[in-house]
């Protein structure tokens, strides 16, 4: 578990807002690990946005972000009068609902053991109430019913990681199986896509041309028709003519590398395999070895 659960109760990052408990976005990524912050968080929002109603996340305004200063948001600069407050940006928060929602977008390895951590600390923030002077029916039924639905929610997170393989093995014939694995790790990328393979035609650029990430191949294919008619309508895919690779793989945001035994035309036509490959060292070499090469024009 990270760090910042050891050395901060959850539910001190539980504000009332409102009239909602709700969790910044800027403590969330934190909780999730997510390497690039808010921005990690917003992508996620933005890609499922018919997942998250006005009821499960929201913006803040200046008002609102103003008196959350005082509990040192580090996104904010401290002032202690509103004229003249400078607000590097108006959070968005999430309610518990939002939460659960956020946690089957989000992709870090921490998100399913940190998300049900949440679900109970909003558990101990209602029961904290409930046992208050504050008599609100609705608290009372909620906490009542949230034991089941955290129970609920590890029960989904157990399936959820029981149906993630970092390897899988394809036999032929199974080619819708192994072309949605394909979709699948490239819908894990934030920003950028890396492609090794020197067979590149429409099977691939048929997958890549909805993607609104930026997208590299690295092929030896000179003469490659499928991509002289693809970037007269899309241009997300730069193509790189370098000879120096026999294997296929695939890095996404030049921090997690996937090795593919067959080209990523010929997936399912013969058994072949798909390996996620953990040893840093092993992405930083392939890494250093990619540079170089002349674009396809």
């Known amino acids: 578990m990270n760090e910042i659960v050891k050395e901060n109760k959850i539910e001190n990052m539980i504000y009332e807002i409102r009239g909602k408990q709700v969790m910044l976005d800027s403590d969330l990524a934190r909780l999730y690990e997510c390497k690039n912050g808010t921005k990690t968080i917003n992508l996620a929002v933005k890609r499922n946005i018919e997942k998250f109603p006005n009821d499960f996340y929201f913006q803040l305004t200046e008002e609102e972000t103003f008196k ?62 409930s046992n208050s002077l504050i008599e609100q029916k609705y608290v009372n039924k909620l906490v009542y019913n949230l034991d089941d639905r955290v129970s609920l929610l590890e029960t989904s997170f157990s399936e959820m990681n029981k149906k993630e393989k970092v390897n899988t093995l394809f036999f032929e014939g199974q080619i819708y199986d192994a072309y949605s694995l394909l979709r699948n790790i490239f819908d894990k990328a934030e920003d950028m896509i890396i492609i090794i393979d020197n067979y590149i035609d429409r099977h691939l650029l048929d997958i890549l041309k909805d993607t609104n990430k930026k997208i590299i191949i690295y092929t030896n294919k000179y003469n490659n028709e499928d991509y002289l008619k693809y970037k ?57 070895h990619i540079d170089g090469g002349k674009v396809y024009e």
């Open 68 to 129: 959350l200063s005082r509990f040192q948001i580090e996104t904010l600069n401290k002032s202690n009068n509103l004229r003249g407050f400078n607000i590097k940006y108006l959070p968005y928060v999430f309610t518990e609902q939002g939460v659960a929602m956020l946690a089957t977008v989000i992709h870090t390895d921490v998100a399913s053991e940190v998300s049900v951590k949440i679900m109970r600390a909003f558990v101990a923030m209602r029961r904290y109430i």
């Open 232 to 288: 007269k309508e899309y241009s997300n895919v730069k193509l790189i003519i370098n000879n120096n690779f026999h294997d296929r793989f695939i890095i996404l945001d030049k921090d997690i590398l996937y090795h593919s035994g067959a080209s990523f035309k010929d997936l399912g036509s013969k058994c072949f395999s798909i390996n996620k490959i953990e040893d840093k060292e092993i992405l930083e070499n392939l890494l250093k």
